[in-house]
């Protein structure tokens, strides 16, 4: 683990905010399970994203914008067949975005607040976009997972099916990862052991509860 400013935010509230950072692939969800093991919360935006689809208001929008061709076979949106029309064409993702994201953000929002109230040493906010959707404002601590390009792209290759040109498309209306780092107060390597990740993670909720 490591630091890469002198000091990091003062919390807000004894139940800190740790908003992750990171790559496509670099382990933000074994990180936030990891802190969980810790006894604090997650936030986790893909989990609330996946409920939102099922509204139908949502799914009527997106059917409407992207047609019948992204549902399942029981009428459920597929959440690849929409990433893929989605990541089609910038306006696609903008449309898709302009749909889904309002409800989705207020959601997020409403979930870290609620789960400050709660008896927890500290709220980790697991969301693909914080930096780019502001997110960060919610946070009183970031922290960068970090990961090699050749892994990551072996991680995303294994779970998602992705080649590395599809991780590339991705992240390219991504923040750079040199920005996230740079935003980070902390950085976790990510690239061997869960079990030195989990010592890292350990050390960082040790400083800041």
């Not at 599809?166 to 750079?176: D, I, K, M, P």
Request: with cysteine; charged share 30%; proline share 5%.
């Amino acid at each position: 683990m490591t630091v890469p400013r002198s000091a990091f935010r003062a919390p807000r509230s004894p139940r800190p905010v740790i908003g992750l950072l990171g790559g496509i692939g670099a382990g933000k969800s074994l990180v936030a399970a990891q802190f969980e093991k810790f006894g604090c919360a997650v936030v986790d935006a893909d989990r609330l994203g996946h409920e939102l689809l099922k509204r139908p208001a949502i799914r009527q929008a997106l059917v409407t914008q992207f047609g019948q061709d992204i549902l399942d076979q029981s009428g459920d949106v597929d959440r690849r067949r929409l990433a893929d029309s989605a990541f089609a064409k910038p306006e696609n993702l903008r449309a898709m975005e302009a749909i889904v994201h309002p409800e989705l953000w207020r959601r997020v929002a409403q979930a870290v607040e609620a789960a400050r109230r709660t008896d927890v040493p500290a709220v980790v906010l697991d969301a693909a976009l914080i930096l780019e959707k502001g997110l960060d404002r919610l946070c009183d601590s970031l922290v960068y997972i970090e990961a090699p390009a050749e892994v990551r792209r072996a991680r995303t290759r294994q779970s998602r099916g992705w080649d590395a040109s599809e991780t590339a498309r991705r992240e390219a209306v991504q923040v750079s990862l040199k920005v996230k780092r740079h935003r980070a107060d902390y950085i976790v390597e990510n690239r061997t052991s869960p079990e030195h990740t989990l010592e890292q993670v350990r050390t960082i909720l040790s400083h800041m509860v």
